[in-house]
């Protein structure tokens, strides 16, 4: 059974930083292409970053040079390190596989909330 669990979002001020977790179960992880999502309230999901299985990153301009996402084979996980975070970045976030994908079970997210 497919399973996604997200972790370590929390509540920063602007400028603050968070790194999330996303580990996941009942896949192939090594070879499957991942993302992160987020949701605003009262906002459709959108794709905010993507790595696929050589690594190869991409990233909404929304987010670019102050996002990192990154993968750990070994362990199941992919990271979204999140700096410079400002309100506009509050949301709950989600990871799933790309968008070109059959999309996965979506797990509960963890929720990110950034105060001015």
């Known amino acids: 059974q497919v399973q996604l669990v997200e972790s370590g979002g929390g509540s920063v001020q602007t400028g603050g930083s968070l790194r999330l977790s996303c580990v996941a179960s009942?896949?192939?992880?090594?070879?499957?292409?991942l993302a992160w999502y987020r949701q605003a309230p009262g906002k459709q999901r959108e794709l905010v970053a993507s790595?696929?299985?050589?690594?190869?990153?991409y990233y909404a301009v929304e987010v670019a040079g102050r996002f990192t996402i990154s993968r750990d084979n070994a362990a199941n996980t992919i990271y979204l390190q999140m700096t410079s975070l400002e309100p506009e970045d509050t949301a709950v976030y989600y990871c799933?596989?790309?968008?070109?994908?059959?999309?996965?079970?979506w797990g509960q997210g963890t929720q990110v909330t950034v105060s001015s």
């Open positions: 799933n596989v790309p968008p070109n994908w059959s999309p996965l079970n």
């Open positions: 790595i696929d299985t050589d690594a190869i990153t």
């Open positions: 009942g896949i192939l992880f090594s070879t499957s292409n």
